[in-house]
């Protein structure tokens, strides 16, 4: 196998070479290990590897950059779930619905297929997923006799309880991640779903962010987490900061995805190995426990110039057994059903037996074409109402919702 | 050659030695700015390729103006314009007099002072988002030391993050303005000071009258080169606070690269460019007058 960079001129043209754009796992080898595997399985196929960086933000620039400028050195491409309408409707992402086998779709996890689809079509095959949980301190809470909260409410309590029973200024009670990027919104929309509000009207029906149970959501951040339950440096947290305060037992509660899990039980790297609890995150009274859905599916180029070998790559990495051996070498989710009862990987990480709950409760981030700007005025929006104590939120929220109503007017004009 | 001689032969030449230059001007700057110019008028938005790209005028300009984030954005550069520069230019000038100076080591510590100009921008941003964690980093500890529960999360405060990235770049680049200053300092002629010293003028009368108007020049160049540079501040912004918190320090060019590259407004993104880039030809324009007229004018009298 010849070592193909990126980069370098002619091989674009190479017919038999796949160029696959991929972000990066904690593990650098293994990209490569799975193409060399690909190019054992299919000769005389190549896959060239452009690994991006570790910020799905900085890559959605990178790999949009490539595809509006209608680059054929890219056949396939890495997706953050909330991707698919937007690369649909720019043109950039072909449907894979046709090349898929029949029943295949329903293999796969239904929150991921969803994700994966835009008015009816395939954009992306599903390639793992997580999800936001509730990882507590099972020592300190048995401790006090205490179950894991069901509401938010009760877990304010819990902190309030567990606080004043340790009577240690280092321990803080929940970090999540409010910094304001992508994970805010995941975060505050998990808040806003457990309220029964939803941000986002159905079929770019307009904002709802200044309906009740939306506010109720958001103030309750502001008022009783914020500065409470949770020291207010969350507001510049993303996840290395908030898994690093929790590994190092300075949190009683955290949100945080899956791959927290291994992290915080590894001794080398966490304080709090075994001691720590997993599961769904709160509500509110009268709403339901909603985690946000996160993970990475497999796109084809529209610019592709060979979309049925690179249709091929897309296939072998959702297969089951690329799947498993993510789960087995990197520990994340998998997005295909059957691997949640492998023996192997249960095996390797008893803790999966726990996910599928979890990831019942997983949604869809608002779904629109427009998505990136919707998000960023979701962005600035929470972290407008949640870092000043005496925000207006309905005016900030009424703002909001016209900013995400002229965005939507867009997509009708269309 | 002798087919060149004569003033119209040596006017070709001097045309045809110039040629390849402003080629490469008119492609690499020239063109660029054109071209952002030519989108700004345009309403081009990438995920909805079913709007075209209509010619929409000043509309991206007049949305530019009316919009409460633009504006908003508008006033923290300027607020970051305004106080780095200020304070870059007069922290580099202390900083260039005191290395005027003779002393033992002077080498070595001209040498220090020019290490956090030369480190990556993004490798300063990262260091001073430790510095400033709210848990571990090396603020609290100065400020607060061991009392804990004071601790502030400054990257995370609307009031503070501003004054955490104009520090990081005052830090960063008072070494640069020092550098330009101490050049001009440099160029003055030390028997003046010896001749201004026989006629009986203090340390402070040679200052205001001999160092500060001879050193003049090189200080508006500073003053030139900060301010352009501060208002096109990204990378700082970018590493350390992604515009928040609560858009605190959300600059135009970070608002403007937003726009463009992360939600696909092409042309009102190219609108924002277009106003940084007014922006900074109007302030150069306007320090070359008063500045630099005046020089001329001192120059020459």
Same mark, same amino acid.
């Given at each position: 196998?010849? &070592?193909?960079?990126?980069?370098?001129?002619?091989?674009?043209?190479?017919?038999?070479? !796949?160029?696959?754009?991929?972000?990066?796992?904690?593990?650098?080898?293994?990209?490569?290990?799975?193409?060399?595997?690909?190019?054992?399985?299919?000769?005389?196929?190549?896959?060239?590897?452009?690994?991006?960086?570790?910020?799905?933000?900085?890559?959605?620039?990178?790999?949009?950059?490539?595809?509006?400028?209608?680059?054929?050195?890219?056949?396939?491409?890495?997706?953050?779930?909330?991707?698919?309408?937007?690369?649909?409707?720019?043109?950039?992402?072909?449907?894979?619905?046709?090349?898929?086998?029949?029943?295949?779709?329903?293999?796969?996890?239904?929150?991921?297929?969803?994700?994966?689809?835009?008015?009816?079509?395939?954009?992306?095959?599903?390639?793992?997923?997580?999800?936001?949980?509730?990882?507590?301190?099972?020592?300190?809470?048995?401790?006090?006799?205490?179950?894991?909260?069901?509401?938010?409410?009760? &877990?304010?309590?819990?902190?309030?309880?567990?606080?004043?029973?340790?009577?240690?200024?280092?321990?803080?009670?929940?970090?999540?991640?409010?910094?304001?990027?992508?994970?805010?919104?995941?975060?505050?929309?998990?808040?806003?779903?457990?309220?029964?509000?939803?941000?986002?009207?159905?079929?770019?029906?307009?904002?709802?962010?200044?309906?009740?149970?939306?506010?109720?959501?958001?103030?309750?951040?502001?008022?009783?987490?914020?500065?409470?339950?949770?020291?207010?440096?969350?507001?510049?947290?993303?996840?290395?900061?908030?898994?690093?305060?929790?590994?190092?037992?300075?949190?009683?509660?955290?949100?945080?995805?899956?791959?927290?899990?291994?992290?915080?039980?590894?001794?080398?790297?966490?304080?709090?190995?075994?001691?720590?609890?997993?599961?769904?995150?709160?509500?509110?009274?009268?709403?339901?426990?909603?985690?946000?859905?996160?993970?990475?599916?497999?796109? &084809?180029?529209?610019?592709?110039?060979?979309?049925?070998?690179?249709?091929?790559? !897309?296939?072998?990495?959702?297969?089951?057994?690329?799947?498993?051996?993510?789960?087995?070498?990197?520990?994340?989710?998998?997005?295909?059903?059957?691997?949640?009862?492998?023996?192997?990987?249960?095996?390797?990480?008893?803790?999966?037996?726990?996910?599928?709950?979890?990831?019942?409760?997983?949604?869809?981030?608002?779904?629109?074409?427009?998505?990136?700007?919707?998000?960023?005025?979701?962005?600035?929006?929470?972290?407008?109402?949640?870092?000043?104590?005496?925000?207006?939120?309905?005016?900030?929220?009424?703002?909001?919702?016209?900013? !995400?109503?002229?965005?939507?007017?867009?997509?009708?004009?269309? | 050659?002798?087919?060149?001689?004569?003033?119209?032969?040596?006017?070709?030449?001097?045309?045809?030695?110039?040629?390849?230059?402003?080629?490469?001007?008119?492609?690499?700057?020239?063109?660029?700015?054109?071209?952002?110019?030519?989108?700004?008028?345009?309403?081009?938005?990438?995920?909805?390729?079913?709007?075209?790209?209509?010619?929409?005028?000043?509309?991206?300009?007049?949305?530019?103006?009316?919009?409460?984030?633009?504006?908003?954005?508008?006033?923290?550069?300027?607020?970051?314009?305004?106080?780095?520069?200020?304070?870059?230019?007069?922290? #580099?000038?202390?900083?260039?007099?005191?290395?005027?100076?003779?002393?033992?080591?002077?080498?070595?510590?001209?040498?220090?002072?020019?290490?956090?100009?030369?480190?990556?921008?993004?490798?300063?941003?990262?260091?001073?988002?430790?510095?400033?964690?709210?848990?571990?980093?090396?603020?609290?500890?100065?400020?607060?030391?061991?009392?804990?529960?004071?601790?502030?999360?400054?990257?995370?405060?609307?009031?503070?993050?501003?004054?955490?990235?104009?520090?990081?770049?005052?830090?960063?680049?008072?070494?640069?303005?020092?550098?330009?200053?101490?050049?001009?300092?440099?160029?003055?002629?030390?028997?003046?000071?010896?001749?201004?010293?026989?006629?009986?003028?203090?340390?402070?009368?040679?200052?205001?009258?001999?160092?500060?108007?001879?050193?003049?020049?090189?200080?508006?160049?500073?003053?030139?080169?900060?301010?352009?540079?501060?208002?096109?501040?990204?990378?700082?912004?970018?590493?350390?606070?992604?515009?928040?918190?609560?858009?605190?320090?959300?600059?135009?060019?970070?608002?403007?690269?937003?726009?463009?590259?992360?939600?696909?407004?092409?042309?009102?993104?190219?609108?924002?460019?277009?106003?940084?880039?007014?922006?900074?030809?109007?302030?150069?324009?306007?320090?070359?007058?008063?500045? #630099?007229?005046?020089?001329?004018?001192?120059?020459?009298?």
């Amino acid at each position: 196998m010849a &070592l193909v960079l990126p980069g370098c001129g002619g091989e674009a043209q190479d017919p038999n070479t !796949i160029r696959l754009v991929a972000w990066k796992f904690n593990n650098p080898g293994l990209w490569r290990r799975l193409a060399d595997q690909f190019e054992q399985l299919h000769p005389p196929l190549k896959v060239a590897l452009e690994i991006a960086p570790h910020s799905s933000t900085a890559y959605h620039d990178l790999l949009t950059q490539k595809l509006k400028n209608r680059s054929s050195e890219v056949d396939v491409f890495l997706m953050d779930v909330v991707w698919p309408p937007e690369f649909a409707s720019a043109g950039w992402a072909l449907p894979l619905d046709q090349m898929l086998p029949p029943g295949e779709k329903e293999r796969f996890l239904p929150a991921a297929v969803e994700a994966s689809s835009w008015h009816g079509r395939l954009y992306g095959a599903p390639l793992y997923v997580s999800a936001g949980a509730l990882y507590y301190r099972q020592d300190l809470l048995e401790h006090l006799r205490l179950k894991p909260p069901k509401t938010w409410p009760q &877990l304010v309590s819990q902190v309030k309880m567990t606080l004043a029973h340790q009577g240690n200024q280092d321990l803080a009670g929940y970090v999540g991640q409010f910094k304001q990027y992508e994970g805010l919104v995941c975060n505050m929309m998990e808040f806003v779903w457990s309220a029964g509000g939803r941000a986002l009207l159905p079929g770019d029906a307009g904002g709802a962010l200044s309906k009740p149970r939306d506010l109720k959501a958001v103030r309750f951040v502001r008022d009783s987490l914020i500065d409470n339950a949770a020291p207010r440096g969350v507001l510049s947290y993303q996840e290395p900061e908030s898994l690093e305060v929790f590994a190092q037992g300075g949190a009683l509660f955290m949100r945080n995805w899956f791959y927290a899990w291994p992290i915080l039980n590894d001794p080398a790297r966490s304080k709090v190995a075994g001691k720590v609890g997993l599961a769904p995150l709160p509500r509110f009274s009268g709403g339901e426990s909603a985690s946000c859905l996160g993970g990475w599916l497999v796109g &084809l180029s529209a610019f592709s110039t060979k979309p049925e070998k690179a249709f091929k790559l !897309i296939k072998f990495l959702a297969s089951e057994q690329v799947q498993r051996r993510l789960v087995l070498e990197e520990g994340l989710a998998p997005a295909r059903r059957a691997l949640y009862d492998d023996p192997w990987v249960l095996k390797a990480h008893p803790h999966f037996k726990k996910l599928p709950p979890l990831l019942a409760t997983a949604r869809s981030r608002p779904r629109t074409p427009l998505y990136p700007a919707v998000s960023q005025g979701l962005q600035v929006y929470f972290h407008r109402a949640i870092s000043d104590e005496d925000s207006d939120l309905p005016i900030l929220a009424d703002t909001a919702d016209i900013e !995400i109503n002229r965005l939507l007017g867009l997509i009708k004009e269309e | 050659m002798a087919a060149l001689a004569g003033p119209r032969g040596e006017r070709l030449l001097a045309w045809g030695l110039l040629l390849p230059c402003l080629a490469v001007v008119c492609a690499f700057a020239f063109w660029p700015i054109v071209y952002s110019v030519v989108l700004s008028l345009h309403r081009i938005v990438l995920s909805l390729p079913g709007l075209g790209a209509p010619f929409v005028g000043l509309e991206n300009y007049a949305r530019l103006l009316s919009e409460p984030g633009a504006r908003h954005s508008a006033g923290i550069t300027l607020a970051f314009v305004g106080a780095s520069t200020l304070l870059e230019v007069s922290l #580099g000038t202390l900083m260039a007099l005191a290395l005027d100076k003779s002393f033992r080591g002077r080498g070595l510590v001209r040498a220090a002072v020019l290490v956090p100009w030369a480190i990556p921008t993004v490798v300063a941003s990262q260091m001073w988002r430790f510095i400033l964690n709210d848990r571990y980093g090396l603020m609290n500890w100065l400020v607060f030391g061991g009392d804990v529960g004071s601790y502030q999360a400054w990257l995370a405060s609307p009031g503070w993050a501003l004054g955490a990235v104009i520090l990081a770049d005052v830090w960063k680049t008072s070494a640069f303005a020092a550098l330009i200053v101490l050049a001009g300092l440099q160029t003055i002629p030390r028997d003046l000071y010896e001749a201004a010293a026989l006629d009986g003028a203090g340390p402070w009368q040679r200052f205001r009258h001999l160092t500060l108007p001879l050193v003049l020049p090189a200080l508006a160049v500073a003053l030139v080169f900060r301010t352009m540079d501060a208002f096109r501040v990204f990378d700082l912004v970018y590493v350390m606070t992604q515009g928040g918190p609560a858009n605190a320090t959300n600059v135009l060019q970070f608002y403007g690269y937003k726009k463009m590259f992360a939600e696909g407004f092409m042309g009102y993104g190219s609108a924002v460019s277009v106003l940084v880039f007014v922006m900074v030809l109007a302030v150069s324009l306007i320090y070359l007058k008063l500045v #630099g007229r005046r020089l001329l004018r001192g120059e020459t009298a």
